[in-house]
């Protein structure tokens, strides 16, 4: 499963790359791989304010629909206008031509709210040794 070090990651498996005071934001590896093959991304609208893990947006895929939350708060700048024709994107390229929006950043210090890639990595652990001691059972 790549992780990608120098991004910040949530427990909900939304990834964000700061660069200044802007957040690329997308969704994990892992996540992508849970939700199956993404069919639709109802993207949110430039200029939109959002609060730190509020709902960003939703996102269906042939196994469900789902959630994606708001990593940081901040006014949305831009939205990746590529995946209302090809939401596929977030399947194929999750950490870079799948991103989803990107975010002024209004609080840098809500990065303390988020993993770094090695406590997300040790998150990730906890969830696979969860699942496998419920097969056991």
Known sequence: MEIIEHYLYTKEHEWI?????V????ITEYAQS????????????VDKEVEQFEQLL????VKAA????APISGRIIEVNDELTED???I??????????VKIEISD??????????????????????????????
């Open 17 to 21: 790359n700061i660069e200044e005071n």
């Open 23 to 26: 957040g690329t934001v997308g």
């Open 34 to 45: 849970s939700l199956g093959d993404i069919t639709f991304a109802d993207l949110p609208s």
């Open 58 to 61: 939703s996102v269906e895929s």
């Open 66 to 69: 789902s959630d994606i939350y």
């Open 87 to 89: 939401p596929g994107l």
């Open 91 to 100: 399947n194929k390229h999750s950490y870079d031509k799948g991103w989803i």
């Open 108 to 137: 840098m210090d809500e990065t303390s709210n988020l993993l770094t890639g090695d406590e997300y990595r040790s998150y990730l652990e906890t969830l696979e040794r969860d699942d496998h001691q419920e097969t056991e059972e």
